[in-house]
Nanobody, 129 residues
C-alpha cells in the first residue's frame, strides 16, 4: 500500500484542521491505520490509531479530547480532525498503515514504528500562538 497525506497548513492557536491520508490499492481495509508526528528537534511520536473496521481507536494523552481519527474504507482514506490546536501541535504529521494483528494499543509502543508496513510522506501543521 502507498499513502498520500494532505491537509496540513498554518492555523492560529485554538483553530482546527483536518488531515487526510489516501491509500492506493485494494487492501486498505486490511490495515490498522495511525497518525504520528515529528516536531523540529524531537523524535517522532504516536498521535492516534484506528482499527481496520473503524470500531476501535486509541489516542495519545496529549491529543485526547481534541483530535479525532476516522476512516472511510470505501474511499481508502483515513482522517485526523484536529480541534483546539496548540502551538505544541506544530509538527510534520505522517500517516501509517500496519497489518499486524496485535491489539491496536501497539501503536503507542515506540518499537512499533520500526515494523510499520507503510508510511505517508508527511504533511506539515504549523500552529501560531
Amino acid at each position: 500500500v502507498q499513502l498520500q497525506a494532505s491537509g496540513g497548513g498554518l492555523v492560529q492557536a485554538g483553530g482546527s484542521l483536518r488531515l487526510s491520508c489516501v491509500a492506493s490499492g485494494r487492501s486498505f481495509s486490511m490495515y490498522d491505520m495511525g497518525w504520528f508526528r515529528q516536531a523540529p528537534g524531537k523524535e517522532r511520536e504516536f498521535v492516534a490509531a484506528i482499527s481496520r473496521t473503524g470500531s476501535s481507536t486509541v489516542y495519545a494523552d496529549s491529543v485526547k479530547g481534541r483530535f479525532t481519527i476516522s476512516r472511510d474504507n470505501a474511499k481508502n482514506t483515513v482522517y485526523l480532525q484536529m480541534n483546539s490546536l496548540k502551538s505544541e501541535d506544530t509538527a510534520l504529521y505522517h500517516c501509517a498503515a500496519d497489518r499486524n494483528n496485535r491489539p491496536l494499543s501497539r501503536f503507542m509502543e515506540g518499537s512499533t514504528q520500526a515494523t510499520i508496513d507503510a508510511w505517508g510522506q508527511g504533511t506539515l501543521v504549523t500552529v501560531s500562538s
